[in-house]
């Protein structure tokens, strides 16, 4: 497998500890992980397999880090590359925007020509919306909750890493 670029964004460490476990599972020879505060726009052009990382704050708002790098992402031709999604954000108390800050992330990688692979269901969650659903039975990546059911996380990050391995693998480009 070519390597795979994991760029997250985190203010209390809960993404970025999302983005080593998946790194872990992935392999460490198969992955590198970026703190997209600290990223360019060379940084992401450099692979054709992408993962990003984004928590969703309070009312459904991006994270800040990726907010100050949507400029740069915008300038992005995603033709060619493989893209995946994982969020983290709390079902019970922002159940209304539970994990919303995805979407918005997503609408620029799909406008700019990205293959996007990853949807992950919504089974076993409760919230009342997320602007990051993809149908009625999808989010557009995995979506991971660490303060009501971190018991889930490793077998979830387990399932979702077998799946977009399975996807990266048959699109080689």
Do not use: H
């Amino acid at each position: 497998m070519e390597k795979i670029g994991i760029f997250f964004g985190s203010d209390t460490g809960n993404t970025e500890s999302i983005a080593k476990m998946i790194q872990k599972n992935l392999g460490k020879k198969n992955s590198k992980i970026f703190d997209i505060s600290e990223s360019t726009k060379n940084d992401i052009e450099k692979y054709n397999f992408l993962i990003f990382g984004i928590p969703t704050w309070y009312y459904g708002e991006i994270q800040c880090d990726w907010n100050n790098f949507i400029p740069i992402l915008k300038k992005i031709d995603f033709k060619n590359k493989i893209v995946a999604f994982f969020g983290c954000g709390d079902q019970e108390d922002y159940s209304e925007y539970f994990c919303d800050a995805l979407k918005p992330i997503f609408d620029i990688v799909k406008k700019n020509n990205g293959n996007i692979i990853g949807k992950w269901p919504i089974t076993g969650y409760k919230f009342k919306s997320s602007k990051s659903l993809i149908d009625s039975k999808n989010f557009l990546g995995l979506i991971i909750d660490e303060d009501r059911q971190s018991e889930k996380t490793e077998e979830r990050i387990k399932e979702w890493v077998l799946n977009i391995s399975s996807e990266f693998n048959k699109k080689k480009i």
